[in-house]
């Protein structure tokens, strides 16, 4: 029994040094992620007057060092590609955590998706992976069942494959700029470019109560910090849903809403767009100054 128990203190001791060791991995993660700004948030280094918040409509169609121009307000896109809002919401929760709040938030709205199931925007965990030596992002992914409380004390509970991967690389949708925007500047080799003219109908009973709960916390983050909250509904390839547009209405009656300028042809021309849903660079600097106009009413009121 004695040398049953002196082996099993051995293996232990040998395998707590070699988990150890992974701490290495942790430590170096950070420096091959791709994406660097939930790491600035981390460390308190976004302390805009404006920021950007979304998904890829956020992140490639309004351009944050456009805005600081046009506004003459300091300003820096946090929307991440393939973002969901509940992902938004805690991105929201994380810049007020460890900066200084913003005066005002930019929310670029996902038509039609913003509440449905999909599986092309989600919970960006893959954006977090890098990420966990930090405590708060370890416990981020322990409530998000990604990982258990033994992440706490075992550097290999903390790991993903992904942190194995020590080599950058990076795709060119979500090339950051300095302001924190990724507007691109070709074309997606699938995109269609034909115009929908018919509105696809939008069904509330398919809404996810979890995604609503993210939109509303979003909301309330920013009443209580008393931060101007400008919901925007970004150009599509398509007729904009009045129902759409009417259902955001009714669960932010208090919000500030911008829509862009549908009258604009530039909106109807492919030659402005990236793919179906999102804005090339040329077409987002259009998009952008519109926003830039709204926010500059806004500040004479």
Known sequence: MKKFLKK????????????KLFYVLIY???HFQTDPRIEMMLNGKINKDIIVLGSSRGAMNIIASQIEKETGQSAYNIAFPGSDVEFHDFILKTLLKYNTKPKTIIFAIDEPSQ??????????????????????????????GDRNFTSWFMCL????????????????????????????????????????????????NEELSS??????????????????????????????SQHFEDRIKSLAPNSNF?????TKSVYKNK??????????????????????AFLNQMSKK
Do not use: M, W
């Open 271 to 292: 030659s402005y767009f990236y793919d179906e849903s999102h804005l090339n660079k040329k077409g987002a600097a259009i998009f952008t100054s519109e926003v830039s």
């Open 8 to 19: 099993l203190l051995i293996f232990a001791l040998v395998f707590f040094v070699v988990d």
């Open 157 to 204: 509970s903390r790991l993903n494959k992904s942190n194995f991967k020590l080599i950058k690389k990076i795709s060119p949708t979500e090339t950051v700029q300095q302001c924190g925007s990724i507007p691109v500047d070709f074309v997606n080799p699938k995109f269609k470019p034909i115009y929908r003219n018919e509105v696809q109908p939008y069904d509330v």
């Open 211 to 240: 995604k609503r709960n993210a939109f509303f916390s979003i909301i309330n983050q920013c009443k209580k910090n008393n931060i101007n909250l400008v919901i925007t509904f970004s150009p599509n390839f398509s007729t904009p």
């Open 258 to 262: 911008f829509i862009y300028d549908t």
């Open 28 to 30: 170096l993660s950070p």
């Open 115 to 144: 509440f449905l199931p999909s599986t092309s925007i989600t919970f960006r965990r893959d954006k977090l992976y890098p990420l966990v030596k930090y405590s708060y992002i370890n416990q981020v992914l322990i409530d998000k």
